[in-house]
């Protein structure tokens, strides 16, 4: 009896702490649940794939297959499309598209990863969006319409520019200057219309939201435990996940006795970041790197969470209700407010805390940065000599089929690369050593195909093709090397080509 009281005198007063007037409107919460997932980084694709990456999609399907309410965004397609190619049943793929229809899986950014805005190339970049949008398009008739851009280190104008006129109709970035977000924060900032470009004027325009000081991680801290909160499916583990579903550090459940104790946490969370937005919605999302691999005890726990808030939310000030990133952006742009246009300034470098700026990685690990540019200068000769080679030869004699599968497969480690794990150098030496060998190989597979394009012996002009071509005249046939230049651009250029040969004899022609 005692106990009961005391229980209830708690309730009591601690709503009392949270009680609003009757004219305050709750804050709406949008609890978008995610998981960052790396494209390299600490593990390769294919540890990634097997620890945790395709569990993710296959307990979401089936999560939020069961309760309506439920929602998921999908971030970087190549984990997705390894999924959908490898491991999804057919039931698991009727789900996805009955959830996709129904807008509860929502697919945003739509590249293949994440990709870095400091030491990539233009080209390179919408590369990586083309070809995980593509896929997107023909699988689901879907186009992405919001950025994620929440893990690159730095925020370069050119992303918004190439994101609106992709037809983004939002960008959400996190990674900038700490003393600028702080900044930001207080003068209610983070969210604003930005024009990346002067020249471009208005269909370049696209409202950016920036994280606040808490990024896309949930905020951990649990007053009344010593185990992290909110991420009730623990850590996954490497190199293979826990027979017995067990991983470590798992949350606290949600019961009876802590369910309060959460609440009161969450709601202080949301109140507090409530204060640095100008209406009354808070984004709040739920998840951090490499989670949602065991979705049953993630949703499991927040439902019950959720529905206590919201039963108690006269009192809390706060409601709270699973959405994607599209609801959120929906509700803010509903207000109807004005928003302040920043212009054409970077957020670049990015620094963390004082003297701790983040360009190291604009040098690091040449060779790689090195090779990923070759290779992408390499897919797109490829690219362009082939389809001239098809308009000259539709049939020709190297197989369609046989030359996009060598095409496909640098485009795809091109993509890979981009990753802002990636071609940054922020890397293992293993992750490192994986994208450069899938480089290679494709680049190698690719100089296959550009042989073939030229020397397959079918008596074809292959003049039509090159352009210009460089031979030899009366060089002792032992001796005899081709070099073929092949000028991918549009335009002519004038350069110098140096080659070096083994023997007193060479022409140009
Ligand atoms: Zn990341």
Same mark, same amino acid.
């Given at each position: 009896?005692?106990?009961f ?7 009591v007063?601690c709503f ?8 305050d409107?709750?804050?709406q919460?949008?609890v978008?649940?995610h998981?960052h997932? !790396? ?8 540890? /990634?794939?097997h ?5 993710v999609?296959? +307990?979401? =399907?089936?999560e939020l297959?069961?309760?309506?309410e439920?929602?998921?965004i ?8 390894l999924?959908?190619?490898?491991v999804a049943t ?7 598209r ?10 945003v950014?739509?590249g293949?990863?994440?990709h870095?805005e400091a030491v ?5 970049e919408?590369l990586q969006m083309?070809e995980?949008?593509g ?6 008739g879907?186009r ?5 851009h929440?893990?690159p280190?730095g925020a ?7 994101f609106a006129?992709a ?6 970035i996190s990674r900038?200057?700490y003393?600028?977000k702080d900044?930001?924060?207080? !003068?209610k900032?983070?969210?604003f219309?930005?024009?990346? /470009?002067r020249?471009?004027?208005e269909?370049?325009?696209i409202? +950016?939201h =920036?994280?606040?000081?808490f990024s ?7 007053p ?8 009730w499916?623990g850590v996954?583990l490497?190199?293979?996940?826990p ?6 550090n798992?949350?606290l459940?949600?019961t009876?006795?802590?369910?309060h ?10 109140k ?8 009354n ?7 951090c790197?490499k989670?949602f691999?065991n979705s049953s005890?993630q949703f499991?726990?927040?439902d ?7 039963q ?11 959405s994607?990133?599209g609801?959120?952006?929906?509700a803010v742009?509903?207000s !109807?407010?004005?928003?302040e246009?920043r ?5 670049l470098?990015?620094s963390?805390?004082?003297h701790?700026a983040? =360009?190291?990685?604009y040098?690091?690990r040449?060779?790689?940065k ?7 200068s390499?897919?797109h000769?490829?690219e362009?000599?082939f389809?001239?080679?098809r308009?000259?030869?539709?049939d020709g004699?190297?197989?369609?089929d046989?030359?996009?599968?060598k095409?496909?497969?640098l485009?795809?480690a091109v993509?890979e690369?981009?990753h ?11 992750v490192?050593?994986m ?5 290679t190989q494709?680049?190698?597979d690719?100089?296959e195909?550009?042989a073939a ?5 079918h008596?074809l002009d292959t003049?039509?093709?090159?352009g210009s071509?460089y031979?030899?005249?009366?060089v002792?046939?032992g001796?005899?090397q081709?070099?073929?230049?092949y ?6 250029i ?6 070096t040969v083994?023997?007193p004899?060479?022409t140009g022609?």
């Amino acid at each position: 009896m005692r106990s009961f009281w005391g229980v209830l005198a708690c309730f009591v007063c601690c709503f009392d702490f949270f009680a609003v007037t009757e004219d305050d409107k709750p804050i709406q919460t949008f609890v978008i649940p995610h998981s960052h997932m !790396d494209v390299g980084w600490v593990y390769t694709i294919q540890e /990634s794939m097997h620890a945790y990456a395709a569990n993710v999609y296959t +307990t979401v =399907t089936e999560e939020l297959s069961k309760a309506a309410e439920r929602r998921f965004i999908a971030v970087e397609q190549e984990f997705f499309r390894l999924w959908w190619d490898t491991v999804a049943t057919d039931t698991l793929k009727r789900q996805v598209r009955q959830l996709v229809k129904e807008g509860r899986l929502e697919f945003v950014l739509g590249g293949q990863v994440m990709h870095d805005e400091a030491v990539t190339d233009l080209e390179d970049e919408i590369l990586q969006m083309t070809e995980g949008h593509g896929f997107l398009y023909e699988t689901f008739g879907v186009r992405p319409q919001f950025s994620w851009h929440v893990d690159p280190f730095g925020a370069s104008a050119t992303t918004p520019v190439l994101f609106a006129l992709a037809g983004f109709n939002a960008h959400v970035i996190s990674r900038i200057d700490y003393d600028l977000k702080d900044g930001m924060q207080k !003068d209610k900032k983070l969210q604003f219309v930005w024009g990346g /470009s002067r020249s471009l004027k208005e269909k370049q325009l696209i409202f +950016t939201h =920036t994280m606040d000081q808490f990024s896309y991680c949930t905020p951990s801290h649990l007053p009344f435990s010593n185990s992290s909160g909110f991420y009730w499916n623990g850590v996954a583990l490497f190199p293979d996940p826990p027979k017995d579903g067990v991983y470590p550090n798992m949350s606290l459940p949600v019961t009876k006795e802590t369910v309060h104790a959460y609440a009161k946490t969450m709601v202080e969370n949301i109140k507090q970041r409530a204060a640095w937005f100008r209406t009354n919605h808070v984004l709040w999302p739920w998840g951090c790197d490499k989670q949602f691999y065991n979705s049953s005890v993630q949703f499991s726990n927040m439902d019950p969470l959720m529905k206590y808030i919201n039963q108690n939310s006269k009192q809390f000030g706060v409601t709270v209700q699973y959405s994607t990133l599209g609801e959120y952006f929906q509700a803010v742009h509903q207000s !109807d407010l004005i928003w302040e246009q920043r212009g054409s300034e970077d957020f670049l470098p990015y620094s963390t805390e004082p003297h701790q700026a983040w =360009t190291g990685f604009y040098a690091s690990r040449n060779v790689l940065k090195g090779v990923a540019r070759r290779a992408s200068s390499q897919l797109h000769a490829a690219e362009t000599l082939f389809t001239r080679y098809r308009i000259c030869f539709p049939d020709g004699p190297v197989a369609k089929d046989w030359a996009l599968d060598k095409l496909r497969a640098l485009r795809w480690a091109v993509s890979e690369v981009q990753h802002h794990d990636g071609i940054t150098g922020t890397e293992s030496p293993e992750v490192a050593d994986m994208y450069l060998q899938h480089l290679t190989q494709a680049m190698m597979d690719v100089e296959e195909l550009l042989a073939a394009l030229f020397l397959l012996p079918h008596g074809l002009d292959t003049s039509d093709i090159t352009g210009s071509l460089y031979g030899k005249t009366d060089v002792d046939e032992g001796l005899e090397q081709h070099v073929i230049v092949y000028n991918p651009l549009a335009w002519n250029i004038t350069t110098i080509i140096n080659t070096t040969v083994t023997f007193p004899h060479a022409t140009g022609l």
